[in-house]
């Protein structure tokens, strides 16, 4: 068992341990998100030993250099003294614009920037909360001149950032944040390709940005959103989603339930999951490009999937949802 040092302490990491499972462990105050390795913000700094080349993917080259590595991906194989580099990461203050429950534990979240922060419609950011706890969002709306940006924040039982948001956080404040993260957006090489987009849950939210982008900058190609859920009452942003049908003659819409579901209301909802409901939509997908979000099994899954029905894997674009209730 190998002994990291981190302010002037030593901890040993148990067997399959990580780095940051030990520190938690030893209930130390140590910023994090999705412990996936996607949303980097558990990034730490080695001060003697190389980290080991598997809690170094997804880092930029000068980051490798400097001995960064992630602590949710870093199983130790020697001795290592060590530090967090956090507070260089989280450069941006967002003002608290407005907070609005889109359905029964979905809140929207709009948030003030100014003009040096920059992003794209379906990139991600990582916000820390008062006790410095970190999440990350994706972005669903396009940048525009009113200089905010709009997260769906599910409610989670017992979770820790969603509760922090809902009960605490008031119009005004201000939340830490870092730069827009992701390769997970739309850009406007060939407009005449198709656009499937599938989501499950909040994995709506990147969706719902890179379409409305897609629509503003007048994509030419077809373009269909399937969204997914286990109950009708877990769908959100229906009305919006249809108006934007009804605007745009490329554009079309399919709300999926898994589960049962009487139709009191006279809605349409396609049964089924809703990477299957998608598939059956389509014999073959050659020259299509694909965006997938939400449950990691679904995003899996579809990007085989999509892969065999002809889409090349550069047009193949996914953010999977790794949810966490801490």
């Given at each position: 068992m190998a002994t990291l040092n981190y302010k002037q302490q030593d901890y040993i990491c148990q067997k399959n341990?990580?780095?940051?499972?030990?520190?938690?462990?030893?209930?130390?105050?140590?910023?994090?998100?999705?412990?996936?390795?996607?949303?980097?913000?558990?990034?730490?700094?080695?001060?003697?030993?190389?980290?080991?080349?598997a809690a170094q993917q997804g880092l930029r080259e000068n980051q490798k250099q400097q001995k960064h590595f992630l602590s949710c991906l870093c199983l130790l194989e020697q001795d290592?003294?060590?530090?967090?580099?956090?507070?260089?990461?989280?450069?941006?203050?967002?003002?608290?614009?407005?907070?609005?429950?889109l359905n029964h534990d979905t809140l929207l979240l709009r948030l003030l920037h100014d003009e040096a922060f920059t992003f794209k419609s379906g990139q991600f950011i990582n916000l820390k909360s008062a006790d410095n706890t970190v999440r990350s969002y994706s972005i669903s709306n396009p940048p525009n001149k009113q200089l905010h940006i709009e997260l769906q924040i599910r409610l989670l039982a017992n979770g820790r950032f969603g509760s922090w948001v809902h009960n605490e956080v008031e119009i005004g404040?201000?939340?830490?944040?870092?730069?827009?993260?992701?390769?997970?957006?739309?850009?406007?090489?060939?407009?005449?390709?198709?656009?499937?987009?599938?989501?499950?849950?909040?994995?709506?939210?990147?969706?719902?940005?890179?379409?409305?982008?897609?629509?503003?900058?007048?994509?030419?190609?077809?373009?269909?959103?399937?969204?997914?859920?286990?109950?009708?009452?877990d769908l959100y942003l229906k009305e919006q989603i249809q108006q934007l049908v009804s605007e745009h003659e490329n554009f079309?819409?399919?709300?999926?339930?898994?589960?049962?579901?009487?139709?009191?209301?006279?809605?349409?909802?396609?049964?089924?999951?809703?990477?299957?409901?998608?598939?059956?939509?389509?014999?073959?997908?050659?020259?299509?490009?694909?965006?997938?979000?939400?449950?990691?099994?679904?995003?899996?899954?579809?990007?085989?999937?999509?892969?065999?029905?002809?889409?090349?894997?550069?047009?193949?674009y996914v953010d999977a949802f790794h949810l966490s209730s801490l």
């Open positions: 341990e990580t780095v940051l499972d030990t520190l938690l462990r030893e209930n130390l105050n140590i910023a994090h998100g999705c412990r996936q390795g996607v949303c980097q913000s558990c990034i730490m700094r080695s001060v003697d030993t190389n980290p080991p080349v290592m003294q060590l530090e967090q580099i956090t507070e260089s990461e989280f450069a941006h203050n967002l003002k608290v614009l407005s907070k609005q429950m404040d201000n939340i830490p944040a870092s730069s827009a993260l992701g390769s997970c957006f739309y850009n406007t090489e060939r407009q005449e390709q198709g656009l499937l987009l599938v989501g499950t849950g909040s994995g709506l939210a990147p969706l719902y940005g890179i379409l409305q982008d897609a629509l503003q900058q007048e994509h030419k190609g077809a373009i269909h959103l399937f969204h997914g859920s286990r109950q009708a009452k079309s819409y399919t709300a999926c339930i898994s589960g049962e579901y009487r139709n009191e209301h006279e809605e349409h909802y396609s049964q089924g999951r809703v990477h299957e409901v998608a598939l059956s939509n389509y014999s073959y997908l050659n020259n299509w490009r694909v965006y997938l979000c939400g449950h990691p099994e679904m995003v899996k899954q579809m990007q085989t999937q999509v892969f065999l029905k002809g889409v090349d894997m550069n047009d193949i």
